[in-house]
């Protein structure tokens, strides 16, 4: 019977365990999270979502709070277009937060940054080409472009001295997404060194309409292989969403992934960035605890826990302070349905707004509770404390669950007294 060890990742002339811990953000997959995953040589990912606001937390640095000195003057305007980000200052933060984590790794893995193209942040190009160089020059091993479709991020970076040298992949949910993102970065003679494939159990923003639950992973990863058999590129495709044990990663490895990349399992890590009281919250999930629906601005479908305190909540647009989802024109979804229950209800202090959430600043008070489909068998996967609480568990326990157990096993931790 395999293990996921008897696999091998390969990236150019190295080779690697098999198995990447997915970009969470807003700092939820930490640089301790991530650097654990390379430790034990395998691929870690940090994000560089509200990389301001990770950077002001870490390095004690006042990037938001002089962001909202700056835009102070608009914070009851109803249009947000105004609010822009200083290059120099998001360039200095990603460095920050990119260049201290390159500096604490050690083991033989990598750690990269996941980009997400959906922060449009009131200047898509700029803004992206910004993070993107950055990123390189704080000397990060490679760059995962997710949430998106990404066609024109390869160009932006075209120039940089080592946009061929780091490792650069994309995130598709379909191979239909993959051949798009091909021919439009055909010209650079540059190919994604990995693909990683989301299918619909996924955490965080789904590349799916509402009929999610139509497609499946493993039909999504044959699609992907034959196009790419078809093309005759060999390129490591990694399979992510809903993979719970290292028996459903070897599924996917025995059908030819290069690796798999998983998340859900390491929310309820001490190295994860949820606080305590949320990594409970996704322990003690029920499967009907999890729902998917589309209050997120981006237009994406979202996974979420119910009882997610971003849902319903009609708090003040935080652009002024964050401004990520701003797209070109300064606009955001949440901002015109926050105004549309403003205007509908002038006499109330506070307003509800139901179909869109102010996704900003929940992610960063980690009061949006995205999760994976199975975020409900969590609590299989540790003890259950004599406080009702359950035990958090070390990366470096879920990973090596991972690497090493077959036969559907979940080796559980040992007790805490
Ligand atoms: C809490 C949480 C936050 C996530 N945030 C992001 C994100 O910021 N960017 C992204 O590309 N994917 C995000 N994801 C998706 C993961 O990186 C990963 O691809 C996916 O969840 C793997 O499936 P699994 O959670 O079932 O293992 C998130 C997932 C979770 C559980």
Redesign the pocket.
């Known amino acids: 019977m395999k293990r996921a060890d008897d696999f091998r990742l390969k990236l150019g002339n190295r080779a690697y365990v098999p198995i990447m811990i997915?970009?969470?953000?807003v700092d939820?997959?930490t640089s301790e999270l991530a650097l654990e995953a390379a430790r034990l040589g395998g691929i870690g990912?940090i994000?560089d979502?509200m990389v301001h606001d990770v950077s002001d937390r870490k390095f004690d640095t006042t990037f938001v709070k002089d962001k909202t000195r700056t835009y102070k003057f608009n914070i009851n305007n109803l249009s947000k277009a105004v609010v822009q980000f200083d290059m120099g200052r998001l360039a200095e933060a990603t460095i920050n937060h990119v260049r201290s984590t390159m500096e604490a790794k050690k083991g033989d893995g990598l750690v990269f940054v996941?980009c997400?193209e959906k922060l449009t942040m009131n200047a898509p190009r700029e803004t992206l080409r910004t993070r993107l160089s950055a990123a390189l020059d704080g000397g990060i091993d490679g760059i995962?472009l997710?949430?998106g479709l990404h066609l024109g991020s390869f160009a932006l970076i075209a120039d940089h001295p080592r946009f061929r040298d780091a490792k650069l992949g994309i995130?598709v949910s379909s191979a239909r997404a993959l051949q798009l993102f091909l021919r439009k970065t055909a010209r650079l003679d540059r190919l994604p060194d990995y693909i990683?494939v989301?299918g619909p159990?996924?955490?965080?923003?789904l590349g799916f309409g509402m009929d999610w639950a139509e497609y499946d992973l493993h039909t999504i990863m044959d699609e992907v292989h034959a196009f790419l058999r078809d093309e005759q590129l060999a390129i490591p495709v990694i399979a992510?969403?809903?993979?719970?044990t290292g028996t459903d990663a070897v599924g996917f490895l025995e059908n030819g992934a290069g690796g798999v990349?998983?998340?859900?399992?390491f929310?309820i890590t001490h190295e994860c960035g949820?606080p305590a009281d949320v990594k409970q919250e996704y322990l003690k999930a029920t499967e009907d605890d999890i729902t998917v629906n589309g209050i997120s601005p981006t237009g994406y479908p979202m996974r979420m826990l119910r009882n997610t305190p971003a849902i319903g909540s009609g708090i003040r647009p935080g652009c002024e302070s964050y401004g990520y989802l701003l797209d070109a024109n300064g606009n955001c979804a949440y901002i015109d349905s926050y105004n549309r229950e403003v205007l509908a209800h002038p006499d109330q202090k506070t307003v509800v707004v139901m179909d869109k959430t102010c996704l900003c600043t929940h992610m960063r008070n980690f009061n949006c509770w995205?999760?994976?489909?199975?975020t409900y068998r969590l609590k299989d996967t540790t003890h259950r404390k004599a406080d009702g609480t359950y035990q958090l568990l070390s990366a470096e326990h879920v990973f090596r669950d991972y690497q090493f157990s077959v036969d559907n096993q979940i080796a559980l931790p040992q007790r805490e007294e």
């Open positions: 997915g970009g969470m953000g939820i997959s990912h994000s979502a996941n997400m995962t997710s949430a995130i990683i989301e159990l996924a955490g965080g923003h992510a969403g809903g993979i719970f990349q998983v998340a859900t399992r929310t949820l995205t999760c994976g489909h199975y």
